[in-house]
């Protein structure tokens, strides 16, 4: 049995208006339709598909520095336009080259503090001014500029 690719992410939120609204707004994942589970929640959408689920609970732990999950990823194009729209929407970033790889990533973090990175080609940051780009460190964590 070979595995296929990611299906989803599910996050336990206390904040799931925030969270939907945010995934919304900042990556454009709208929510959409969901299974009528017992619980309150949220399944967003990209590119036609239910990727990122949120469960809203009210026993959700503090997340703190040492997460086990560092980040999750999409790919993208368009890396001048979603630039933009962070800026414009005020979103903290931070621009990563991959090493040995043509892929630029801009790295964001959810009102949960979950860690996200968009994955581009690197010739789509050719010409684009991309502040706050970074090498990566020990661990190969970032945090938001």
Request: aromatic share 10%; charged share 20%; proline share 8%.
């Amino acid at each position: 049995m070979p595995i296929g690719r990611l299906d989803h992410v599910n996050l336990r939120t206390k904040r799931l208006a925030e969270m939907v609204d945010w995934y919304s707004r900042v990556l454009e994942m709208p929510a959409g339709w969901r299974p009528d589970f017992p619980f309150p929640g949220a399944w967003l959408y990209a590119d036609g598909l239910p990727v990122v689920h949120l469960n809203g609970c009210d026993d959700v732990a503090q997340q703190g520095k040492d997460l086990t999950l560092e980040h999750f990823a999409f790919k993208a194009t368009g890396l001048a336009a979603f630039a933009a729209r962070l800026q414009r929407h005020g979103e903290p970033f931070a621009v990563a080259f991959v090493p040995g790889a043509s892929i630029v990533q801009l790295n964001v973090w959810d009102p949960d503090g979950n860690h996200i990175h968009i994955d581009f080609a690197a010739a789509e940051a050719d010409g684009v001014d991309l502040p706050g780009a970074v090498e990566f460190g020990a661990g190969g964590r970032l945090t938001p500029s």
